[in-house]
């Protein structure tokens, strides 16, 4: 994405607003509040529309990843657009020496843009891996001499103290990511998750020997590879959900050092987001802004917290 033609093309405030509300109400504005049509033209208010049915007025901003923003729009795209071009992530004090914004405003614009990239219409299908990962700390080695079940993130927790944060991943082959932090790998918690996000229908599902995966058989066509034998068996491996925690631990080790195990789901969706999209040519800038307007109510989960009080941990 030229960083260079989208500042140009949305240069002005106006710009800017104008573009939003052609994506988010496509010629006819929509009150935010209820719902109706009923609208005009707010008085004395640029930008800003008044309801004829409840009588309160609203932005296009309103419930969006942009609400109650004060960093004027040409700023937020050029910053958008950086942090889609960065494929490995972009740090909030990167955005800040390429933009000049504040590291504050940095850091909230880039949480907010990752808010921004939650797709939640995921339905996997064909070829499957699972596989579950442990986020922060020190890195430790999955057991998988003895495919040791018992390494929880509870023990790992308990045993050295560190703040461990678990992540369950699904991916179809060639096609997309979906991860969830779950705080426990039960086999129930797991199996919520796949047929949350999975067609059971046709779809073949490979986990290692991770003994919450068993009996996951008696849901969808199920195969394991025991890692104590080999790493793949013809079609039976992992590979593709482990390349994809090296990508993301690689990612979060290179470009944000540290992050909150709070915040880490966010990040979590950056990265399915970047993942997802990897072999997408199409205007991924519009792909995005349509993706974040869409996304209404996801803003109660984030709740600003100034960076500085943000507790984190190292990844190593
Ligand atoms: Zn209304």
């Excluded at 009150?31 to 529309?49: I, L, M, V, W």
């Excluded at 942009?66 to 040409?74: A, G, Q, S, V, Y």
């Excluded at 990040?267 to 991924?284: A, C, I, S, T």
Aim: aromatic share 12%; with cysteine.
């Amino acid at each position: 994405m030229n960083i260079i033609a989208i500042h140009k093309e949305y240069d002005t405030q106006k710009k800017c607003i104008q573009h939003l509300e052609k994506l988010r109400w496509n010629g006819v504005v929509r009150c935010t509040y209820c719902g109706s049509d009923h609208t005009k033209p707010a008085k004395g208010e640029q930008f800003r529309h008044s309801c004829r049915s409840c009588k309160r007025t609203f932005s296009v901003l309103l419930d969006t990843i942009f609400e109650h923003t004060r960093l004027p729009l040409p700023e937020w795209f050029v910053i958008i657009a950086l942090v889609l071009n960065a494929k490995r992530g972009m740090a909030a004090k990167e955005i800040q020496r390429h933009t000049g914004v504040t590291y504050k405003t940095a850091y909230y614009t880039a949480m907010r843009i990752r808010i921004g990239m939650l797709e939640d219409n995921t339905q996997l299908d064909g070829i499957i891996e699972m596989d579950e990962s442990y986020f922060g700390g020190k890195a430790r080695k999955k057991n998988t001499a003895t495919n040791d079940p018992t390494l929880s993130t509870v023990s790992a927790k308990r045993g050295r103290g560190t703040k461990k944060v678990s992540v369950a991943g699904m991916v179809e082959r060639d096609g997309d990511v979906k991860t969830k932090v779950i705080e426990k790998l039960t086999k129930r918690n797991l199996l919520h998750m796949l047929k949350t996000y999975a067609k059971e229908d046709n779809s073949l599902l490979i986990t290692d020997g991770f003994k919450s995966y068993s009996h996951f058989d008696e849901y969808i066509e199920h195969m394991v590879i025991n890692h104590s034998k080999a790493f793949s068996k013809g079609i039976v491996h992992v590979n593709t959900i482990e390349g994809f925690w090296s990508y993301v631990k690689n990612g979060i080790k290179g470009n944000y050092k540290s992050i909150s195990p709070k915040y880490l789901p966010f990040y979590l969706v950056e990265y399915e987001w970047k993942f997802n999209h990897r072999k997408f040519k199409g205007d991924e800038f519009k792909l995005f802004l349509d993706n974040a307007l869409k996304h209404e109510n996801e803003l109660e989960y984030w709740k600003a917290i100034s960076p500085e009080q943000v507790k984190k941990i190292a990844y190593s």
